[in-house]
């Protein structure tokens, strides 16, 4: 019972590199988001997808982008890394079902990320 | 449109003691309200749920209402433990805003022996 995987955990980048953080959910779900959280914030929407080859922006979408060429996978591209990037990353998924029972998300555990 | 507001923190309380961490919400058509728990370096987890008005959501010892009236869904744990220490996020969701959640700032609670 996978979920939803992040990868990598941690990682460290110099200042202009690029990356990109790897999410996969098994769960089938339609939709997935990409959220940042800064130490004692909340979390931001940077971008979110409602099925395959859709992809809108969030409330923070400047200096990512993102691609969704399959349901399983939703991977985050980071270009021209730069300090206001540190953040931990999440991915999460939901059904996005009408049906308000079953709309709840499930997170990853996960990508801390450090620009330097 | 549609909005979370959580009670600041951080919390402290001792171990035992009853806990209420407030919860309001705006929002177009009837969302479903959620509590997620994160513990530290964890992502978060879904800690109760409830889709509709009247409903109550437990998991855990914790309880919250789905309040229309007062537009809540406060948390409650009647004696809480180590444990227990965790930030807590109130969030709305469902059909009515897109399936897009709308997450609180999140409330810190430490919880001492």
């Known amino acids: 019972n996978a979920g939803v995987t992040q990868t990598p955990k941690f990682r460290i980048l110099k200042i202009g590199q690029s990356m990109t953080l790897q999410c996969t959910q098994d769960m089938n779900h339609n939709y997935m988001y990409w959220y940042r959280q800064d130490p004692g914030m909340g979390l931001k929407l940077i971008y979110y997808s409602v099925g395959a080859g859709i992809t809108d922006k969030g409330e923070v979408p400047n200096g990512y982008n993102v691609s969704r060429s399959t349901t399983e996978d939703f991977p985050l591209r980071l270009e021209l890394a730069a300090p206001s990037q540190t953040s931990v990353y999440f991915c999460?998924?939901?059904?996005?079902?009408?049906?308000?029972?079953?709309?709840?998300?499930?997170f990853g555990q996960g990508t801390r990320l450090t620009v330097v | 449109g549609n909005s979370v507001t959580q009670m600041e923190g951080p919390v402290t309380l001792s171990e035992e003691a009853f806990l209420t961490i407030n919860c309001t919400y705006t929002a177009t058509g009837y969302p479903s309200l959620f509590w997620y728990v994160q513990y530290p370096g964890e992502g978060l987890q879904l800690l109760l749920k409830a889709t509709k008005a009247d409903d109550k959501g437990s998991n855990k010892g914790f309880e919250a209402t789905y309040r229309k009236e007062t537009t809540s869904f406060h948390l409650e744990k009647g004696s809480v433990q180590v444990s227990d220490s965790a930030v807590y996020f109130c969030a709305l969701s469902g059909p009515w805003t897109g399936n897009q959640f709308y997450f609180g700032t999140g409330t810190s609670l430490t919880v001492i022996p």
């Open positions: 999460a998924s939901s059904p996005g079902s009408v049906a308000p029972a079953h709309t709840e998300a499930f």
